[in-house]
């Protein structure tokens, strides 16, 4: 389990004992490094690898505007370092597929309590992963998968 690079951050000092402490009852206190970090400072260790996250996703309008900020950047910064790794992001803001200007993989349909969620999958290719236009939209249908 030491030998697996994990690598896990988040902006707010005070996520990270919350999180060691999730980390302790999984009985993975050992296995990852967690930092205070922003996650557009965050750059990658290996040539590939996979990003899992759930990023902020809110409900009221000031909420929804800073999203709708935070989301493209997501995009450019995946764009700009993560070529070869895979982003997953778990979101109850189904917006993000949009605005983050990738080709998303997969979209798998899951929920946080009540509120329905998706699990989107977006591979980094060198050169090929922006998004010129919106694809067919399937979020209606709770589709799947993308491709
Ligand atoms: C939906 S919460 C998820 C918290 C935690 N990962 C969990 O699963 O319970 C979103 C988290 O994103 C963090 N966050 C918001 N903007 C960020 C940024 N630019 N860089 C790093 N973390 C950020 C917030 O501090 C918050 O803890």
Redesign the pocket.
């Given at each position: 389990m030491r030998n697996l690079a994990i690598k896990g951050?988040?902006?707010?000092r005070n996520?990270l004992p919350v999180?060691r402490a999730n980390l302790q009852r999984a009985g993975l206190a050992d296995a990852i490094e967690l930092q205070a970090?922003?996650?557009?400072q965050a750059r990658p260790f290996a040539d590939s690898g996979f990003i899992v996250?759930?990023?902020?996703?809110g409900v009221r309008m000031d909420e929804q505007d800073a999203l709708a900020e935070?989301y493209p950047q997501l995009g450019d910064w995946l764009k700009a370092h993560f070529a070869g790794w895979t982003a997953h992001f778990f979101t109850g803001d189904l917006r993000l597929s949009d605005l983050i200007h990738l080709s998303v993989k997969r979209r798998t349909p899951l929920f946080n309590g009540s509120l329905p969620c998706r699990l989107f999958a977006i591979p980094m290719v060198a050169g090929s992963a922006r998004r010129e236009k919106p694809a067919a939209d399937d979020e209606a249908n709770g589709v799947a998968d993308a491709e």
């Open positions: 951050s988040d902006r707010a996520m999180a970090q922003d996650v557009l996250t759930n990023p902020p996703y935070l």
